[in-house]
């Protein structure tokens, strides 16, 4: 697949014919350089960015001709992501956050899926507190329990120990890495990390756009 998106001084090639096939259940780290076009490849598999030219397809769908609509109902459905910088809604409780993909998708126990998510995330006796009252690895584990709750075939993970430090950054993975598996999820790791790359079934090096 191609991205290219406008830029001040013209167009900016920002994926140039990459291309990624991943197994069901499998676990890549996709690694490589910031500007190599990681984030970007992942907001295309998300549904968040269209491709230039080129053959999306997500777990049996081809994202090309859905519009944003569309594919927004297909991210609720399918996919989970987990951002560095947590984007929890900081007027909701950690149960509202968990919550809300859930009614969204009109899941009718949404509210006790919600608490078994951050249950498993260890943060049960945490779901009444706004995310400015939880520091920043019980924010992420928020992230993590809501990407989680609706049991996504594809879980997309985007540096998600990037603003923790190591000890925090640790737990998370390994929340991470074992609630996946436990899933069968599909993940696609995100990190500049060699050893957290290594966690996964394969590593996939990327560089200008391109997978190497």
């Known amino acids: 697949m191609t991205l290219t998106l406008a830029g001040p001084g013209g167009p900016v090639n920002v994926l140039r014919g990459a291309s990624l096939r991943m197994a ?20 295309i598999v998300a549904g968040l960015e269209r491709a230039s030219s080129g053959r999306v397809m997500v777990v049996g769908q081809d994202l090309a001709p859905l519009d944003e609509d569309a594919r927004a109902r297909f991210r609720r459905n399918h996919v989970g992501i987990v951002f560095q910088a ?37 943060l049960a006796q945490r779901a009444a507190h706004y995310p400015s009252q939880l520091s920043g690895g019980e924010q ?19 540096e998600p120990t990037g603003n923790l430090d190591s000890d925090t950054g640790r737990q998370v993975i390994e929340l991470l890495f074992r609630l ?21 079934a394969r590593i996939v090096p990327m560089a200008d756009g391109r997978i190497l």
């Open 86 to 122: 947590f984007h929890l809604v900081p007027t909701m409780t950690a149960l509202e956050n968990v919550v809300m993909p859930l009614e969204l998708a009109g899941r009718r126990d949404a509210v006790a899926s919600a608490r078994a998510a951050l249950d498993e995330v260890g």
């Open 180 to 200: 996946g598996v436990e899933r069968g999820t599909t993940l696609l790791l995100i990190t500049h990390d060699a050893v957290l790359a290594a966690r996964c």
């Open 140 to 158: 992420q584990r928020v992230a993590l329990a809501r990407a989680l709750a609706p049991r996504p075939e594809l879980l997309l993970a985007d």
């Open 24 to 43: 069901a259940g499998e676990s890549v780290g996709l690694m490589g350089p910031s500007g190599a076009g990681k984030t970007s490849l992942m907001m």
